[in-house]
């Protein structure tokens, strides 16, 4: 388990775009080998799309050959309806990328069989060979995707009814009018999640303190859904500095000198790869006129597209 701490929202955004274009690049994605992406919705995830949006406009990322994978969906709420998550994730970034419609999956909330649909779902995943790289976000109560406080931390991708907190924290959405909240969806499973080859979760804010706390310096715990992901293999928590408000002193200087180490190497490395030189070579990678070992690649990859990069 890693915790990444930065100073702020926009900082930590950034950190976790770098990251995943660093692990779409490394992948090396083609017509026969798809990276696949598991994603949030809510307003976390927003500068790191923004920012997932910006270098693929600059021509540094594809997603030509990526499938996503979304964590829910509404039950009830019109697939066209502005706070539906399939309109969420169109208008705040697949539209604005190069995404084939028939790669970015979505849990349909108005499906006939609902259970039918959270049991294709899962056959989806599998058929795609997994997730690569999941990424999350959670709610000030720990919950990760919809599974609420007291979720089995072995479940999978099911219908769920929605807590009360959750319900009152989605109101904003909806005009501050509860009736108009949905109650119930669908949602991938804690379980669904822990199968994710790595598993990034996003966690900014005060009023998410506790809930960081919670999941990394307490034991796991299925009223804190999050805290499960300290038995993945390969969790990394990104934050920002108001996030670590009740983690303990001793903790954030542990990771933040843990970060730091990791600056100071990569710092090291600019003076071997200047950043305009990546950028031309890069546009020429599968040329055959530009042979390089695949391990100065992996060093440039690193130092300029992954989230270690500051």
């Not at 790289?133 to 979720?151: K, Q, R, W, Y």
Request: glycine share 8%.
């Amino acid at each position: 388990m890693r915790l990444v701490i930065l100073d702020n929202y926009d900082l930590a955004s950034e950190w976790a775009a770098k990251y995943i274009c660093n692990r779409i690049i490394q992948f090396r994605p083609g017509q026969d080998r798809y990276f696949t992406l598991g994603l949030p919705t809510g307003s976390t995830p927003l500068g790191c799309y923004k920012k997932l949006i910006e270098y693929h406009k600059n021509g540094d990322l594809s997603f030509k050959y990526v499938k996503t994978f979304n964590m829910d969906e509404y039950v009830g709420l019109p697939r066209n309806h502005p706070e539906s998550y399939h309109s969420y994730m169109w208008n705040n970034f697949f539209k604005h990328i190069d995404i084939d419609p028939n790669n970015a999956h979505i849990l349909d909330g108005n499906a006939t069989d609902l259970q039918a649909e959270c049991d294709a779902f899962e056959k989806k995943i599998k058929e795609a060979g997994g997730i690569d790289l999941f990424v999350g976000g959670i709610g000030p109560d720990g919950h990760i995707a919809f599974n609420e406080p007291g979720s089995s931390l072995v479940s999978r991708t099911r219908v769920k009814t929605l807590a009360m907190d959750t319900i009152l924290a989605n109101a904003k959405y909806f005009d501050g009018d509860l009736s108009k909240v949905p109650t119930m969806a669908l949602t991938v499973g804690v379980g669904t999640v822990m199968d994710a080859r790595e598993v990034m979760i996003l966690i900014t804010g005060a009023h998410k303190a506790f809930a960081l706390y919670k999941a990394i310096e307490e034991g796991v715990n299925h009223m804190w859904t999050v805290s499960a992901f300290q038995q993945h293999p390969r969790t990394i928590f990104v934050c920002d500095e108001d996030a670590t408000l009740e983690l303990r002193v001793k903790t954030v200087k542990y990771f933040k000198g843990e970060l730091t180490g990791l600056v100071r190497m990569l710092k090291s490395l600019r003076n071997y790869f200047p950043l305009e030189l990546y950028i031309f070579l890069k546009r020429f990678r599968t040329s055959a006129s530009v042979r390089m070992p695949p391990s100065i690649w992996r060093k440039m990859d690193l130092q300029y597209c992954s989230g270690l990069y500051i």
